[in-house]
Each structure stands twice: as C-alpha cells, then as structure tokens.
C-alpha cells in the first residue's frame, strides 16, 4: 500500500489496489471549477506496454513491466517509465510526487501548445521560476 505521508507535498492518493495505483496532484485547486476537471496532474502506475494509456492494457503478457506515467491532462503525458516489480514502481511514483512538488519536473515541455493560466498555476504551487 502506498502511505500518503511518503508523497511529495500536496499528492494524495486517489486509488490503489493490487493492480494499479492512481496519484493525484492538489485535487483541491484542478477540481473542475477553475480548471477542467481533465487537467489534475495525477500519476498512474500500471502494468502495462508503453505505448498504451493505462486504461487501455488488455491481454498483457506475463512479464509486463510496471509503468510509472505523469499525466497533465488526456494528451499531455511523460514518457512513461518502467520497472520490473510493484514495488519499484511504487517507490519511483513517490519520487516523481517529491520532485514534482519541488519544481523539479519540466513540465512546460511537454506542451506544444501552452495553457497558460494552467501553467501559471503549476508553477505557483511547485515554486518553479
């Protein structure tokens, strides 16, 4: 299971299981009234194949790896990253939570199109520059 108080600041738990887990990013400022809702940062750790979006694995091999995946909204996603066990992947989604929190994750380039106000408000939150 993952402990909430081994999350970077302001990550929460959205939902864990077994199978995967679901890691969400502030869900009190991206909560669909100033935000859309499809805009909450969130981190999903999945079995899965790469390029699949982790709701879509189906029929996965035995030896599918654990993917670790940020996502900023349905089309805006970082290469995901992929471990052997739950567990590793677990403890790279927990670092993921502590350098987003921190600034360090450049998410400004994975947009190719900016929303700024969105940005704006990342960067507020994470003390990025």
């Known amino acids: ?3 909430e108080s081994a999350l970077g ?3 929460t738990v959205w939902n864990a299981d077994e199978s995967r887990a679901i890691l969400a990013y502030r869900p ?3 909560d669909g009234s100033t935000f859309p809702a499809p805009c909450l940062p969130t981190i999903y750790v999945t079995r899965g194949r790469r390029r699949r979006r982790p709701e879509g694995n189906r029929n996965l091999p035995a030896d599918a790896p654990w993917l670790v995946r940020l996502r900023l909204e349905p089309e805006i996603d970082r290469d995901p990253e992929a471990y052997d066990t739950r567990t590793a992947a677990i403890e ?3 670092g993921l939570t502590e350098r987003f929190a921190a600034g360090g994750i450049d998410y ?3 947009y190719q199109v900016p ?3 969105y940005l704006e408000k990342l960067d507020e939150l994470t003390g990025r520059p």
């Open 115 to 117: 929303r700024g106000e």
């Open 9 to 11: 600041e302001g990550w």
């Open 28 to 30: 009190d400022v991206f």
């Open 92 to 94: 790279a989604a927990t």
């Open 1 to 3: 299971m993952i402990e």
């Open 108 to 110: 400004r380039s994975l």
